[in-house]
């Protein structure tokens, strides 16, 4: 017969906590991924798929949360991605485009002047498109970091 666990009163205490603790972090997910980008953001990406000819964007669901915004990693589709990436710790829950990476489509056009609407945009991949033209202006007040 198993003898049963005994803990004393502070590991009980700390265990406690400690689930505690994870369950309000678990809380914190997911109202983060709840969080929605705010109009003017979305309509910003309505703006540059429209310049770049993009159709296949779905903007009858969360670009922060559905996952028919976002190419799963894999080493044998790395020529091809599809990723709008957010940053939902705000607070409020209020998501911000932080990453756009549209590699593979073969879209044709110019550089989006409208990217200048996303004030927290950081890195962009147009990599293997037909994309032609000056860097946009508007682009100098932007905070991206990579291109």
Known sequence: MATPLCFPKTTLSFI?????????GANRVV??????????????????????GKKDWNFS????NDS????PYSNERSLYNNTVNCNCS???????????????????GTL???????PYLKAIDFNRNYLSGAIPREWASTKLENL
């Open 16 to 24: 406690m906590l400690l689930v505690l603790l994870m369950s309000m």
């Open 31 to 52: 109202k983060a991924q709840a969080g929605r980008l705010p109009d003017d953001e979305v309509e910003a990406l309505r703006e540059i798929a429209t310049q770049l």
């Open 61 to 64: 669901v969360n670009p922060c």
């Open 68 to 71: 028919s915004w976002r190419t």
């Open 90 to 108: 705000y607070p409020d829950g209020v998501c911000h485009v932080v990453n756009i990476f549209l590699k593979g489509h073969d879209l044709a």
């Open 112 to 118: 989006p002047p409208s990217l200048v609407k996303l």
